[in-house]
């Protein structure tokens, strides 16, 4: 069974560094294929992809916000790790980390399952 | 990056009915759509991927169809536990972008 969840503080303030941790059991991160995904949802919003991290290291960030990104992996630890700097009071979200599912010789995959989100509030 | 709209933005719906929620890409991603369920308070779960598949676990009445830029969720027979907000996401290309959602009422 494939866990995953989601560690950090609940509260920051404007201008400082977020850091998020994903802690998941159940599945290897160097498994050929195998990817974490981060993604958050502002209150009453829709979801808005992050970042990914593979199996091999690549990584992927949302264009948008790849300047305040950094996703890195500790494979001993069984854990993904997301920064984000500069923190504003927008980025009051829902952060979710999420397992990628692809189909074997494929590019089909998708995000699943998904950790139980934490909620990140920005504010001084 | 590749907008991905999602009609309607709401919709109510009495139990037994058939439903189609759609989702249109601003370019081609071929088959590369999965479909997601969020109930309140919860994490999203996947319920169709690759645009037709059907997640293992998931009851027979969700079904998805289309490729292209075209793409729609069906729910044949709704039942009171499928009020829920409803996303598309494209795992074509990055950014890895969702639909706005589509939140489902039953009547």
């Known amino acids: 069974q494939i866990t995953l969840k989601e560690s950090g503080p609940t509260l920051v303030k404007p201008t400082q560094t977020l850091t998020l941790t994903c802690t998941f059991s159940?599945?290897?991160?160097?498994?050929?294929?195998?990817?974490v995904g981060w993604i958050r949802q502002p209150p009453g919003k829709a979801l808005e992809w992050l970042a990914l991290i593979y199996w091999d290291d690549d990584k992927r960030y949302s264009p948008s916000l790849k300047s305040r990104l950094t996703i890195t992996k500790d494979t001993p630890k069984d854990q993904v790790v997301l920064t984000m700097t500069n923190m504003d009071p927008v980025d009051t979200a829902t952060y979710y980390c999420a397992h990628r599912v692809v189909v074997a010789g494929t590019n089909v995959w998708w995000f699943d399952p998904w950790g139980q989100g934490t909620l990140v509030t920005v504010s001084s | 990056d590749i907008q991905m709209t999602q009609s309607p933005s709401s919709l109510s719906a009495s139990v037994g009915d058939r439903v189609t929620i759609t989702c249109r890409a601003s370019q081609s991603i071929s088959s590369y759509l999965n479909w997601y369920q969020q109930k309140p308070g919860k994490a999203p779960k996947v319920l169709i991927y690759?645009?037709?598949s059907l997640q293992s676990g998931v009851p027979s009445r969700f079904s998805g169809s289309g490729s292209g830029t075209d793409f729609t969720l069906t729910i044949s027979g709704l039942q009171p536990e499928d009020s829920a907000t409803y996303y598309c996401q494209q795992s074509y290309g990055t950014p890895y972008t969702f639909g706005q959602g589509t939140k489902l009422e039953i009547k």
């Open positions: 690759g645009a037709s």
């Open positions: 159940g599945f290897s991160i160097t498994t050929s294929g195998v990817g």
